[in-house]
């Protein structure tokens, strides 16, 4: 088991989605609450894996750290749109002149969200003061039968530009860069230190995860759904509480 252990740290880049992956999901995304367990396991793999781990999540970079400090780690946000390399540079798949139509967009969302109680609109790269916006995204956690109606909505404010699509999750409508995907964000960390030769895991619950999922299988990884669905990934744990009990046990085990 040590040396099964030694080999899967020396040599593996982990990538983990955090919403429903890391912690559950909860009723807004302010709600979240991330233990001092968890802090400490990343922190612990980090250290094990000579810093190739990174979080792809759709939340941004700014709600991340929010929540994960004082640990500061290699980040794609909103599904690739903004990314944090292990050196601290951050880059984005959004210009000046998208985040000025994706504002617009949010201008037009905000009425569908005034005119339907239960919806919240989330504008993403706003956390950070002077952060432009980088995606938006619609819940309907606390009025699910409203989908039809939200989705109807985003589509229609998409209609005029290509260069944006809308992206269903777990009671939640995102609209996004097109380019932008978290397989996109998990190859261009496996092209640079310290996770570049190294074999890839990513972890992740949703829909938005399948694209991290292609891209792990197509580099020989390991692609790991959390809970129940349709999915690429090639190995599956029914709850978080399994998943993160299966890390606890690979990092700490006798080395």
């Known amino acids: 088991m040590g040396n099964q252990t030694d080999f899967l740290l ?57 929540l994960l400090m004082p640990l500061v780690l290699p980040m794609a946000g909103v599904h690739g749109a903004e990314r944090r390399n292990a050196h601290g540079q951050m880059l984005t798949e959004v210009d000046q002149e998208q985040a000025e139509q994706l504002e617009e967009m949010a201008c037009l969302l905000e009425q569908l969200v005034r005119a339907h109680p239960g ?39 998409v209609s005029h530009n290509p260069a944006y699509h809308v992206q269903s999750g777990k009671m939640v409508f995102e609209i996004k860069p097109r380019q932008a995907s978290k397989g996109h964000a998990i190859s261009a960390f496996m092209q640079e230190m310290p996770f570049a030769g190294k074999t890839p895991l990513f972890a992740g619950d949703d829909v938005t995860d399948e694209s991290g999922f292609e891209c792990v299988n197509a580099y020989g990884g390991l692609s790991v759904k959390i809970g129940v669905g349709q999915t690429q990934a090639r190995k599956r744990f029914d709850c978080i509480r399994d998943w993160l009990g299966w890390l606890e046990q690979i990092c700490h085990a006798p080395h």
């Open 10 to 66: 020396c040599h593996t880049a982990f990538f983990f989605d955090f919403d429903g992956t890391l912690v559950d999901i909860a009723p807004s995304p302010d709600a979240v609450c991330v233990s001092s367990q968890l802090r400490n396991l990343l922190a612990c793999l980090q250290d094990a894996t000579n810093g190739a781990l990174a979080i792809i999540s759709g939340r941004s970079i700014a709600s991340l750290d929010a």
């Open 119 to 157: 919806l919240l609109l989330e504008v993403k790269g706003r956390e950070k003061d002077g952060g432009q916006c980088t995606a938006l995204a619609v819940h309907f956690r606390q009025a699910p039968e409203l989908a039809p109606v939200v989705h109807a909505a985003m589509t229609q404010v």
